[in-house]
């Protein structure tokens, strides 16, 4: 087998991979390095989690070693997933001298400016923040030696060939390109034409293969069956689940239905601040939140090693899409699962996205006669005859908590008969028991247990 001793990396590199626990390269790792840290320019072409963000850094710190000024510059298509990348550095940079500077929107321009003009070896950086750094003179990119354009296909499929055409004017044209994608068609196969002369190919699995190991079904289901159908498979494990929906107000109706239901969640999407986004994507990685629910745009930077399901609420509108989805579960070594939800109309979506893996994803019978469904759409039903019922609870009920929100500390004791709290506990991660007053509660009610710029 192929170690990271045989990549042509340095002893001081190779015991730095030792104490972070890396024991064997991933295959887009053993085939990318070696020609990354010879100087060629390399298109690597690898379903998400298979490790090719390590197949980039490790070359380009192994390089950055021991000199001075900025060598380096990786692009990525979202602030999330540029934090992430930067990690890297953070975790194999300071044993060699190597630092890094971070440069997304969300942040103050101020400090990022200040760690520019150090000029510290690599900079990572979202295309639309770089560009606001260059109009205002805080960056000079001519001494870039590497280039790496990570997630190459969604930064194009956002809208960001502008902004990567304007930022690669201001590089040397004799550089190193290192570019990095889960598909070359396309678009961003005539882009890699153009601008990665004589690559290295490193295709581990074919453009639009999905993990390996990620089980996959669909569930063909009517659009009012989907929330009833996902509480039923929420409570079916206890499993850490990312939840993926098309638009951001999806995105906060489900976290609002799946906290009213007693499951904790959080959301991640772009009307969030970036201490906000931080802190779900914090709280999801620790386990302090059981489910995460997110649009595309943002959850391109998760990187989360122990999700145990994907469900795509809503299909997405681009097939390529679904790849990068998928691949948020399986990682590396894991198994995992990966539940799609087709609406009728969904039909031409989902045939796109059969046609773009090769295969015909497996159908499952909706669980209508789950216990968990039935309540829940018993529930809805009984909303819709009496509007006044919210989440389960009257207007009235709703008026007492608001009232006791409001009381003084010393006047807040329940009321006798009011209804008891039904958000989701903070600390529920996965695999940690709900209250058992709740799970009890639970079981009593029939419930078991244009041109985009990313800143």
Request: hydrophobic share 35%; net charge positive.
């Amino acid at each position: 087998m192929t170690n990271f001793a045989s990549l042509g990396l340095s002893s001081e590199l190779l015991r730095s991979l030792e104490r972070a626990g890396y024991q064997q390269p991933t295959p887009i790792q053993s085939q990318a390095i070696p020609p990354a840290l010879a100087g060629r320019n390399v298109i690597g072409c690898a379903a998400t989690g298979t490790g090719k963000t390590a197949a980039f850094m490790l070359p380009l710190i192994e390089r950055a070693a021991g000199r001075k000024g900025t060598s380096a510059l990786v692009l990525a298509p979202t602030r999330e997933l540029a934090q992430q990348i930067a990690e890297y550095v953070d975790t194999f940079g300071p044993a060699h001298g190597v630092r890094g500077a971070v440069v997304v929107g969300g942040l103050g321009m101020g400090p990022q400016a200040a760690a520019l003009r150090e000029k510290r070896h690599l900079i990572v950086a979202t295309p639309g923040r770089l560009i606001d750094h260059l109009d205002q003179k805080n960056v000079d990119l001519s001494s870039i030696e590497t280039l790496v354009l990570d997630e190459a296909d969604r930064m194009l499929d956002m809208g960001f060939r502008p902004q990567l055409e304007r930022i690669l004017s201001r590089l040397p044209r004799r550089r190193q390109t290192l570019l990095f994608s889960a598909t070359m068609a396309g678009e961003v196969a005539q882009f890699a034409r153009r601008y990665v002369p004589d690559p290295v190919q490193v295709e581990i699995h074919r453009s639009g293969t999905t993990a390996e190991r990620a089980e996959q079904r669909v569930f063909k289901v009517e659009r009012h069956e989907k929330a009833p159908l996902l509480l039923a498979l929420l409570h079916r494990d206890e499993e850490t689940t990312l939840v993926f929906v098309r638009t951001k107000h999806r995105a906060d109706k489900i976290f609002r239905f799946l906290e009213n239901a007693g499951i904790s969640a959080t959301r991640l999407h772009g009307d969030r601040s970036q201490s906000q986004r931080r802190h779900s994507l914090d709280g999801f990685k620790s386990g302090k939140y059981r489910v995460l629910v997110a649009t595309d745009v943002a959850a391109r930077g998760i990187d989360v090693e122990e999700i145990g399901h994907v469900i795509n609420f809503d299909l997405p509108g681009e097939p390529e899409d679904y790849v990068h989805r998928i691949g948020r579960t399986a990682r590396n070594a894991a198994s995992g699962r990966a539940t799609s939800f087709a609406e009728p109309d969904d039909r031409d979506e989902l045939l796109a996205i059969e046609k773009l893996i090769g295969w015909q994803l497996p159908r499952e019978a909706v669980p209508r006669e789950d216990p968990v469904f039935v309540a829940e759409m018993e529930r809805r039903k009984a909303q819709e005859r009496d509007p006044g019922i919210h989440g389960g609870r009257t207007r009235a009920q709703l008026e007492v908590q608001r009232e006791r929100a409001q009381a003084p500390a010393q006047q807040k004791a329940a009321p006798r008969g009011a209804a008891p709290h039904r958000g989701g506990r903070p600390g529920a991660g996965a695999g940690q028991q709900p209250p058992r007053g709740r799970r009890s509660a639970a079981r009593g009610a029939g419930r078991r247990p244009g041109a985009a710029r990313s800143r």
